[in-house]
Antibody
Framework: QVQLVESGGGVVQPERSLRLSCAAS????????MHWVRQAPGKGLEWVAI????????YYADSVKGRFTISRDDSRNTLFLQMNSLKTEDTAVYYC???????????WGQGILVSVSS | DIQIIQSPSSLSASVGDRVTITCRAS??????LAWIQQKPGKAPKSLIW???NRQSGVPSKFSGSGSGTDFTLTISALQSDDFATYYC?????????FGPGTKVDFK
């Protein structure tokens, strides 16, 4: 079965960096696009980024463009999110999600908390 | 960016009720809309893709319809396990966007 396990979260000061990882199993990772979606405390879901199966095409939310970078390592079945110049408003639970046959997410990880605070 | 209006923002219902949630996109998104369920403290779960296609394992009581700008999620015969927040998401145009959510709770 599909499993997605996020790691790398924690507490970080503003303007610092953090890298999230998402270990995937149960499907042929290289064949699918992958999303990052976040949820601030008590708020709704916010789409963050997608990387297509080719590893070349990447798209971002305006709120993170230029600060966050999505990448993938198909040899390790792992998705990454490099987060630089973090702001307090980036505090959220971050979910990775597999894209289905179309770009819509079909499976989700359990989420990892990132807290940006001085 | 494409804006999504979702209504109602919350509703109270009873077990056995039929529930309808709507999403309206600010521009034509064809049928590129997904519905997602989230229970408190849990990860989201995808229910519907391409407006009306159920994800694997999703019961038939969940149905989606619509195309263009107006979409509907219907839950027939609400069960206790269905009390949750429901989001729609457009994946037609980058950046992808979610609706603000509809919380379904006990009447």
């Amino acid at each position: 079965q599909v499993q997605l396990v996020e790691s790398g979260g924690g507490v970080v000061q503003p303007e610092r960096s953090l890298r999230l990882s998402c270990a995937a199993s149960g499907f042929t990772f290289r064949n699918y696009g992958m999303h990052w979606v976040r949820q601030a405390p008590g708020k709704g879901l916010e789409w963050v980024a997608i990387i297509l199966h080719d590893g070349i095409n990447k798209y971002y939310a305006d709120s993170v463009k230029g600060r966050f970078t999505i990448s993938r390592d198909d040899s390790r079945n792992t998705l990454f999110l490099q987060m630089n110049s973090l702001k307090t408003e980036d505090t959220a639970v971050y979910y990775c999600a597999k894209a289905g046959a179309v770009a819509a997410p079909d499976y989700w990880g359990q989420g990892i908390l990132v807290s940006v605070s001085s | 960016d494409i804006q999504i209006i979702q209504s109602p923002s919350s509703l109270s219902a009873s077990v056995g009720d039929r529930v309808t949630i709507t999403c309206r996109a600010s521009q034509d998104i064809n049928n590129n809309l997904a519905w997602i369920q989230q229970k408190p403290g849990k990860a989201p779960k995808s229910l519907i893709w391409a407006a009306s296609n159920r994800q694997s394992g999703v019961p038939s009581k969940f149905s989606g319809s619509g195309s263009g700008t107006d979409f509907t999620l219907t839950i027939s015969a609400l069960q206790s396990d269905d009390f949750a927040t429901y989001y729609c998401q457009q994946y037609d145009t980058y950046p992808f966007t979610f609706g603000p959510g509809t919380k379904v709770d006990f009447k």
